[in-house]
């Protein structure tokens, strides 16, 4: 990396870096679901039982 990107860089990490369109809720909330689902799965077809 060149030392003339890194003023550019540097401004871009002050302002926080963070999508406008991305919901923390709905992003946390399709992790929950997709593990639950892992969860269920995995504890539906253990054969080990």
Do not use: C, K, Q, Y
Request: net charge negative.
């Amino acid at each position: 990396m060149s030392t003339a990107a890194l003023p550019a860089l540097a401004v871009l990490a002050e302002e926080g870096g963070n999508h406008d369109s991305l919901n923390p809720f709905l992003t946390g909330g399709a992790a929950l679901f997709i593990l639950l689902l892992l969860l269920f799965l995995t504890t539906r077809f253990n054969r080990d039982r």
